[in-house]
């Protein structure tokens, strides 16, 4: 069975931390483009980065360049999102989404990708 499944979400305050994972099964998950998106509650979704499987770079949205970053562990078919210095406009559910061809270049709007796990929920709050 195909499937993505996301964890490590929280609360935190301004200015802290958390580390997303979206961990794979039933098949490699770096073959194929990554992105991580949120929907915060009343808004559309939000591409924040995405992975390019074919030159194995990442594009990041202009909203969370410097703070946000992306990795991954082939071994364990898991890719994280670090996310530093969070602000209270970070807050939202945050989706990992893949599928589409192999070895393919991303983009942040969400129409490439067939596969999405179920969210985890970010609040960043004092």
């Known amino acids: 069975q195909v499937q993505i499944v996301e964890s490590g979400g929280g609360v935190v305050q301004p200015g802290g931390s958390l580390r997303l994972s979206c961990a794979a099964s039933?098949?490699?998950?770096?073959?194929?483009?990554i992105g991580w998106f949120r929907q915060a509650p009343g808004k559309g979704r939000e591409g924040v980065l995405c992975?390019?499987?074919?030159?194995?770079?990442?594009t990041y949205a202009d909203s969370v360049k410097g703070r946000f970053t992306f990795s991954r562990d082939d071994g364990k078919n898991t890719v994280y999102l670090q996310m530093d210095n969070l602000k209270p406009e970070d807050t939202g559910n945050y989706y990992c989404?893949?599928?589409?061809?192999?070895?393919?270049?991303?983009?942040?709007?969400?129409?490439?990708?067939?596969?999405w796990g179920q969210g985890t929920q970010v609040t960043v709050s004092a």
């Open positions: 039933g098949f490699t998950l770096h073959y194929y483009a």
């Open positions: 989404a893949t599928g589409g061809p192999t070895w393919a270049r991303c983009d942040l709007t969400d129409l490439q990708y067939d596969v």
């Open positions: 992975f390019s499987s074919s030159d194995e770079s990442t």
